[in-house]
């Protein structure tokens, strides 16, 4: 099965909506890997991880079909990762929906409370169900299943970074996280990745408060060796960058190189 990473930046996008620095107008001129949408990913044809505003333009850019969706996973409020005005379009008049087709979605209590918002308390009208979850909690999503993980990010409320088990593999995406709390390594611990998507909006810079940085990321793939979290051929790929950081993708490619990291791009694909 594809896990294709969707979108690899920041609140803001990068270029960001009305910037004038440096960074946005190099990508503004680049181009590709230096464009960089609003965090998302698609994991086969069911199974969706976060909706934010770049979700109508991924499925353009990546020829992405969403009718099949079943499973939506959902990080936590923030705008960036929930829209959930986008998801209103599901109801009837707006799209045609093939009979029995419905959506679940989990989130945290805001991500409920958001879309009981802004669809008027009527998300069956548009096939879909809201169900809360709780960090280590367990979901089933048919294809694959996955456990909420606490992050350390939003003071408003439990934000999650989630470990997928597909296939042979284990993939945690880790996206909207400082440093990990100690009872994720006890958990993460007992597992064995084969791919770890972490969290790097500061760039090069070192900071770990609510998001992480270079140093950061480096010393958490190191943390988890260590723990015997991750399998021999475990890819770790650091994704969720904001323009601030000032770091083209070829410099963060380079920065991590060195370190065995990899660097996420709009529309990497990586089979699970
Ligand atoms: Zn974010
Ligand atoms: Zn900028
Ligand atoms: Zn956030």
């Known amino acids: 099965m594809i896990l294709q990473v969707l979108g690899t930046a920041a609140a803001e996008g990068w ?33 969706h991880i976060d909706w934010g505003p770049d979700s109508y333009n991924s499925m353009i850019a990546f020829g992405l079909d969403y009718s099949p969706l079943r499973h939506l996973l959902v990080t936590h409020a923030h705008q960036d990762h929930w829209m959930p005005i986008e998801l209103s379009w599901r109801r009837p008049g707006f799209s045609k929906i093939a009979a029995g087709s419905h959506l679940n979605i989990y989130g945290n209590a805001k991500v409920g409370q958001r879309l009981a918002a802004e ?12 169900s ?20 350390r990010h939003a ?6 970074i989630f470990l997928l088990a597909v296939g042979g593999s284990e993939v945690l995406i880790g996206h909207d996280t400082g440093w990990f709390a100690d009872e994720v ?29 270079g140093a950061a990321v480096i ?40 370190h065995g990291i990899e660097v996420a791009y709009d529309g990497m694909e990586v089979e699970v």
């Open 15 to 47: 270029p960001a909506l009305f910037c004038e620095c440096e960074a946005c107008r190099k990508a503004r001129e680049a181009g590709g890997n230096d464009i960089r949408r609003r965090a998302s990913y698609q994991l086969g044809d069911t199974i």
């Open 119 to 130: 669809l008027e308390g009527t998300p069956e009208a548009c096939a879909m169900s809201f």
């Open 132 to 151: 809360q979850i709780e960090a280590f909690g367990e979901l089933d999503l048919g294809d694959a299943t996955a456990v909420a993980l606490p992050a």
């Open 155 to 160: 003071p408003d409320q439990q934000a999650f």
């Open 185 to 213: 390594w006890e958990y993460l611990a007992s597992r064995r990745l084969s791919y770890a998507l972490l969290d790097c909006t500061y760039g090069t810079n070192d900071l770990r408060e609510g998001h992480m940085g």
């Open 219 to 258: 010393e958490t793939a190191r943390r988890l060796e260590d723990l015997g979290a991750l399998a021999e051929d475990c890819r770790v790929i650091a994704t969720h960058f904001s323009h601030n950081c000032l770091k083209m993708h070829d410099e963060l490619a380079e920065y991590f190189a060195a």
